[in-house]
Nanobody, 124 residues
Framework: VQLQASGGGLVQAGGSLRLSCRASGRTFSYSMGWFRQAPGKEREFVTTITRSGGRTKYADSVEGRFTISRENAKNTAYLRMNSLSPEDTAVYYC???????????????????WGQGTLVTVSS
């Protein structure tokens, strides 16, 4: 499985961005997650969605501002980010958990496949 993340860029505080993560392969039978790594910090969990898209989980820091979704027919997951602040500046990574498609895993160890990351920069 190969994951291709895109959609990052420079945005002003209060603005919005939508990230995409497209997976290769014939099936999209994974739960998907987004993580981020800010400069000088550890990579952290942002959000995750089950294979069916029926359940999601968010980090407290993004709850109510970010929305994860997916289109299985397009092998693509999305991260809609609203009300961005400079604290959201980071490289955002998408990841696939191919073992637990119905589990809302928050640990990086649960995800076996990772995209290359896309940089989001929020200016004040």
């Amino acid at each position: 499985v190969q994951l291709q993340a895109s959609g990052g860029g420079l945005v002003q505080a209060g603005g919005s961005l939508r990230l995409s993560c497209r997976a290769s392969g014939r099936t999209f039978s994974y739960s998907m997650g987004w993580f981020r790594q800010a400069p000088g910090k550890e990579r952290e969990f942002v959000t995750t969605i089950t294979r069916s898209g029926g359940r999601t989980k968010y980090a407290d820091s993004v709850e109510g501002r970010f929305t994860i979704s997916r289109e299985n027919a397009k092998n693509t997951a999305y991260l809609r980010m609203n009300s961005l602040s400079p604290e959201d500046t980071a490289v955002y990574y998408c990841a696939a958990d191919q073992i637990h498609p119905a589990l809302l895993a928050t640990s990086q160890e649960s995800y076996g496949y990772w995209g290359q990351g896309t940089l989001v920069t929020v200016s004040s």
